[in-house]
């Protein structure tokens, strides 16, 4: 069937994955050398380094000379990361809200982080992890998944992209908009940017490990502290370090307790939590560990926030993949609503949950999903005349964007909820083992 032979071609050409890296690795190596034990542990730091030697030197360098490259940007882009110098009030760095500590989330338990040249403007997301980022497919409006060997022709809809609306498609792209955001790190212009990071010393250092290329102009030097941080965001020992209890699991070197066992069941029957329909649990058929997520845009109908400032504004409503923050699917209301699976690894380090940090403890994330239906009066406000605002941060007209698989499968108030209570606390427990650095017990 041509059609679905193309549509991997598309699929697979869109797809941040090994292969392209291979094939980067492949151009530089010179030869058909063979690869490292395991691509996804030193594959991706070397992808990008290699894709800026092959827009500076025209190619031709050996593939040791790549790496160290690599591990000398990515060195810079940690020291960049964590400098304050970069921002337009000089007090805040990406660290600021993307806390080393914490998985890369924040330290504190605000929905929304304190930014801008005075550092008094709110930001209106809050913000999500940077780990487990090095797969995420560029944003798509039709995705077909490849793991779905049988029916290719599967079209999974909005998915993909960085940002919880998908609005960014690689970790350099992404890093310009805390950059020059007036409510992140306000800095007025890529120039900026620029001159600081030179005052700073980091241009030298950066012309230095990209020589012969020669980084003149300001777009030159912006780029490159903005490729620095992109290849340290892709180091494998600190970002996607699959070092989790869960990890050891289903590596046979760890049992799960018995409640964090019947919280795995749960967390995948579809008639109960059915969370890993979205959230998915299983390797790859490529043998990749989970992402706990399939990276999908989709849309669960929280409440709204008013802990975020811009809430206020009854008119402001964050509609994730069709604005305002993005703007290219502006013209798509079928799109309203709709926010990024992210991945639930690490999650339980996390104090806000969602996009709009709505709630502060993983148990309520997690019982949000069992009772939103049968209990809707415990998550969203009470009008004046006793009847519950559901959906209150949805515009009506968008409501049938909303997910309609389960658990949120038509439940009436006062039905079964989709998980007891006991079901619920087992998740948590679950969710629990996916937090790296588990040291087994001697
Ligand atoms: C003031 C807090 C703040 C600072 C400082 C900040 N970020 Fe973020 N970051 C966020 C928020 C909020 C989001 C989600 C944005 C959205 O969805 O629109 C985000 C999203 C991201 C994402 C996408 C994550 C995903 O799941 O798709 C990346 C990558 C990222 N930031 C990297 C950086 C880098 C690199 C820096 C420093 C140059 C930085 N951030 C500085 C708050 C911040
Ligand atoms: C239909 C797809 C889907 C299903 C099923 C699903 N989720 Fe989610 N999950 C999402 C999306 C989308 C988000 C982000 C929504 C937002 O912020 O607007 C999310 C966010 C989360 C978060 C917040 C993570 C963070 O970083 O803030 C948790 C926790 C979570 N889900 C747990 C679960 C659990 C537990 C289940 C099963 C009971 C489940 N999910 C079922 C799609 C799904």
Redesign the pocket.
Known sequence: MPMASDMRVTKHARKLTKSTILAALLVFGGAQTALPDDLTTAGNATGAATEMAAATTGGGMSRATVYAQAKALSAIGARL?LDPR??GSGK???S???DPAHAFAPANGLA????GVNMHQP?V??????MY?QV?PQFSEHYFDNEDEADESVDNGPTG?????G??DS?SD??R???LSN???ANVSADAVADAAEKAGYIAELQQILAPAVLGTKTQKFDAVLKA?EVY?QDPATFYPYSSKYDAYLAGKAVLTPQEQRGLTAFSDPDKGNCSSCHISDRANDGTPPQFTDFGLIAIGLPRNMAIPANKDPAYVDLGVCGP?RTDMKDHPDYCGLF?T?TLRNVATRKTFF?NGIFHTLRDAVAFYATRDSDPGRWYPHRADGTIAKFNDLPQRYWPNLNSDPPFDGRKPGDKPALTDAETDDIVAFLQTLTDGYRPAQ
Do not use: N, Y
Not at 112 to 115: A, K, S
């Open positions: 990361f970069l921002s805040l760095a990406c600021s809200c993307h929304v982080q304190m930014g930001g997301r809050a913000v999500p992890t940077l980022l995420v992209g960085l940002t919880w609306d609005r960014a970790k992404q890093a908009i805390p950059l409510f992140e790190m941080l965001q923050l990024k992210p996009h």
